[in-house]
């Protein structure tokens, strides 16, 4: 267990307002990748940035932003909520080892956008 | 695009019979496949990738491009391999993005 951490557990929102959730990964871990989980579904990739910068983004509108710190620590930054939007965010910090990336799951932050 | 797709959203299956938990995708280049495992209460956590060909808590996975399959076998279900498996897939030039099927959960009974 690698200790990717997130916070909040859980939070409540209202439409139209902007909401960001924060991720801790490893030291040592240089990648952080965010997924959007809605219920009853697989998680779908959002971004993913490597040093500091973004260099993959999935199928979500620009509303969606994050940010990579040097310590380690990222942010998911989401405007103008919409009721869809309420789903278990989720991070991934990876490592590069063996084979390859191997991505450590945080424990996810419930979102409810009411 | 690519897609995962996993076919059974529940498998329930009694202990010590064999289990086999579907998947297929579908992706035009030389893909990475991964099985993700969450037990209940705990986070989402690797279980086995095919590039490593091992097998993991008696779990193995094969690749078949023919079929664009990547199948979960064990032949002896556990009560404590209850959970949720996800597979998914990583394009083999884009970094860490997974693409994830929806899930199968799986119930042993005993």
């Known amino acids: 267990e690698t200790g990717v951490t997130q916070s909040p557990t859980h939070l409540i929102k209202t439409r139209g307002q902007q909401v960001t959730l924060r991720c801790s990964s490893q030291?040592?871990?240089?990648?952080v990748s965010w997924y959007q989980q809605a219920l009853g579904q697989g998680p779908q990739f959002i971004f993913q940035?490597?040093?500091?910068?973004?260099?993959g983004r999935g199928n979500f509108p620009p509303r969606f932003s994050g940010l990579q710190f040097p310590n380690y620590s990222s942010e998911l930054n989401v405007n103008a909520l919409e009721l869809d939007d309420s789903a278990l965010y989720l991070c991934?910090?990876?490592?590069?080892?063996?084979?390859?990336?191997?991505?450590?799951f945080g424990p996810g932050t419930r979102l409810t956008v009411t | 695009a690519q897609r995962v797709t996993q076919p059974e959203k529940l498998l329930s299956v009694f202990k010590g019979a064999p289990v086999e938990l579907k998947c297929n995708y579908s992706y035009s280049g030389s893909p990475e496949l991964f099985w993700y495992v969450q037990y209940s209460r705990q986070r989402l956590q690797l279980l086995l990738r095919?590039?490593s060909r091992e097998s993991i808590k008696g779990f193995t996975a094969d690749l078949n491009k023919g079929e664009t399959s990547f199948h979960l076998k064990k032949p002896f279900a556990q009560e404590e391999d209850s959970a949720m498996y996800y597979c998914?897939?990583?394009?083999?030039?884009?970094?860490?993005?997974?693409?994830f099927g929806g899930g199968t959960r799986l119930m042993v009974k005993p």
């Open positions: 030291s040592g871990h240089n990648t």
């Open positions: 998914a897939l990583k394009p083999g030039n884009a970094g860490n993005m997974l693409t």
């Open positions: 991934a910090s990876s490592l590069l080892q063996g084979f390859g990336y191997e991505q450590y």
């Open positions: 095919h590039i």
């Open positions: 940035y490597y040093r500091e910068e973004e260099n």
